[in-house]
């Protein structure tokens, strides 16, 4: 399968705990970006990665996320101090011109 | 602020019945169109989408949208659902030079009765 892969795919967590998930885009696509979904709503951008750089942040990304893609390839996404608002589908997608998603890591914070 | 408005949050059909699913997005520049749908315990798939050209697009599936720029709008349609045409319909939106980000709409639940 040459789509987008997110791991893992489900993460349970208690709050105040750090977790991190990673994103493994289509090889040939330079853009990733990660988005955020909650129930009844549809995904809101977090941040885009152009190969390495981060080009652009929502104001939805607090500075308890942090996301990374060292080498222009995989990225993570890394949550500190989890909290229960951050439960959430954290979806990944990338692209050339057009975004291909993954299947999403689905987050509870107890 | 950009936003993205789907005016039916539930849809429910019979098989056969046409489908047309409205989006209206709020950008005075050039935009790009997208449409996803996500099938029960999958993830989103691309259905179709509009960079330029002719506004009436095809997808797959036998779906179409129309962008109508005067409008702000680019509805779904479907002259005859099938059953397996069950999922959440997304409209998407970016902005053509400005940024890659999309920004979607809430989404529409269709469920189509056999």
């Known amino acids: 399968d040459t789509g987008v892969s997110q791991n893992p795919r489900h993460k349970i967590t208690k709050r105040g705990q750090n977790v991190t998930f990673r994103c493994d885009p289509i090889s040939e696509h330079n853009r990733l970006y990660w988005y955020r979904q909650t129930l009844g709503q549809g995904p809101e951008f977090l941040t885009y990665f152009q190969n390495e750089a981060q080009l652009e942040k929502s104001r939805l990304l607090s500075d308890r996320f942090s996301a990374e893609r060292p080498k222009g390839s995989f990225s993570t996404l890394e949550i500190q101090r989890t909290e229960q608002g951050d439960s959430a589908m954290y979806l990944c997608?990338?692209?050339?011109?057009?975004?291909?998603f993954g299947p999403g890591t689905r987050l509870l914070v107890l | 602020a950009q936003s993205v408005s789907q005016h039916n949050h539930h849809v429910i059909l019979s098989e056969a019945a046409s489908l047309e699913l409205g989006c209206n997005y709020s950008y005075g520049g050039t935009v790009n169109l997208f449409w996803y749908v996500q099938y029960p315990g999958q993830h989103l798939q691309l259905l179709l989408k509009y960079f330029s050209g002719d506004p009436l697009v095809k997808g797959i599936k036998g779906f179409e949208a129309e962008f109508i720029k005067s409008k702000f709008s680019f509805n779904l349609r479907k002259p005859s659902v099938q059953w397996s045409d069950t999922a959440e319909y997304f409209c998407a939106v970016n902005e053509r030079d400005s940024s890659y980000k999309l920004i979607f709409g809430s989404g529409t639940r269709l469920l189509v009765r056999p």
């Open positions: 997608a990338s692209s050339r011109e057009t975004q291909y």
